[in-house]
């Protein structure tokens, strides 16, 4: 009885330290989630349950358009960063060079430069009458590549450029950190007993790093598929990325089909979330004691 | 010197910073367990390296069975190499550590799990075929490692301080057993290592580096009766140095003989008398310096702090 007491007293305890987080997270998070729901299955007019909006959504053909964009630019992103990040973390892993140091002390910089700025910076050098553009002028006119126009902006190729300046840096050093953790004896002993370079990355290194590389791209994929900002400056008018979609719809006031939007977008989220503690939990079989 | 499983010919190889080795010349025969001894930064590293493949040489040449090995990537050269820590691959179970090697050799899977399975009898590891590294202690891994490099018949055997991250006791076995197989199996290897002890225990010769160039080559007794510089003298064994007249005399504590007293070769007084187990320890204050001896433990109770001591040397080095 009286351990059953204290028990009690510890447990009230350990709530009243979690109160006031649990409160705001109740207030900031779940509560505005929970409304959005709520709101993304009503009647803009009546206030009644229909599934109109999703209806909508999926069966608009703009809408659909905008949806399918979304996943093509997002999963485009996401492959060409962890494609061009894994090889960037492999030569800074295993170079010596200058070169690799200079890059190694470098490569984050871009993170630290806000977005805005950032897409502004890029629009001035890709745009058709940019820096890119002005060089090419300097070019004798019988030149082909006189009065050369990149043609990047306001298409998926912006945006996916402009996406991979943000996430190669980031990705980069997700997955430095997991090659760092592999000890060059590991690759040496491999080497030792007869395997050849690509033998080594796919037997040794991709396996030892692979979770890794998964976080890496949930990451990317969570931070591009509801991005706002890049496709807003640099986008084109359509397709449009869900979140200009979204703020469309918002100032629009079609505040029901917005909440619908907003679940969807949650929804790609969440599968990448789904991934990302898969791969945080699967315990390999090498890991266990 | 044409019957020489390894040979290194005057082999160069200075990294950016100047550290690095000059001039090496290593012979070793088939079936000799040669220990390349000497502290941290003196090069010994590196020749073993270099014969392995992971460092390239600026000048010389590495031959094994009189064929130069030197343009071979490390996964040409018929050298096997046991590193220090973390040689098994910790994603792969033991079994597939070791059938990795077997398995780019093309040897057929029947003969390959039955070389694994004889090579685990061999470091008396039979049944950890399914464990994963993680789950076992670093001597095991270290068994398994060495395990792993053998069933590959390496020509040359290649350990680099394979025993230095385990604790006293279990490296003082695992000793044993690699020179208990080295002799079985009649394999050539050189071996890394800065623990003297080590080096006396395990070789059949021992070569002596300082700062990149080797100070002494010779059989462990040899190396320790007659040390050819006070820099080996010194690294080997426990060693008294004397100033005296400008020359430097060095005795080893075991051959002072003390009396009480005055009139020996060096007289001094009793500074501390030390219990060490089995002996006893004792050091005396010089004019020269300070002298160290071993007494067994009757003789230790006949001094006392203050004494003084009559020291004879019955064998000593001058450099």
Redesign the interface.
Known sequence: MVKNKSKWKSAMLIVGFLAPALIVALGIVIYPIINTIIKSFQDPSTGAFTLENYSYLFTNKLARAHIWYTIWVTVLTVVLAIFFSYLLALYLRFSNSRIASVIRSLYLLPRFVPVLVAVYALKMVLSDSGLINRLSMLLPESWALHNFKPGLLYNAKGIILANLWFNIPFATMIISAALSGI?S??V?????????KI?IFF??IL??SISDVMIAATFVFMSNVSSFTTPYLIGANHPMMLGVYLRKQFSSRKYELAAAVSCLIFLFSSISAIVYIYTNLKE?????? | MANAKLEIVNMTKLYNNGDGVKNINISVEEGELITLLGPSGCGKTTILRAI?G?NDIQSGDILIDGRSIINM????RP???????????????VYDNME??LK??KVPKAERKQRITEMLELVKMPGVEKK????MSGGQQQRI?IA??LL?RPEVLLLDEPFSALDAKIRQQMREELRKIQTDLNITVVFVTHDQEEAMALSDRVIVMNKGTIEQCGAPAEIYDRPVSRYVADFIGEMNFLQINGKTLAVRPEHVRVRKGTGGELDGFVRTVMMLGHYVEMTMDTDYGIVKTFISEEEAREYHKGDPVAMDFSKSFEY
């Open positions: 000890s004896s590991i040496e002993s491999a080497q030792d007993v007869g395997a050849g033998r037997k040794m396996p030892l390999k079989a090498w890991e266990r004691d | 392995g992971f990537a490390p996964e040409k050298t096997a190499m046991v590193f220090q820590s973390y040689n098994l691959w910790p994603h792969m179970s990795f090697g780019l050799r994963y590294p993680g789950q490692a792993r490099s590959l």
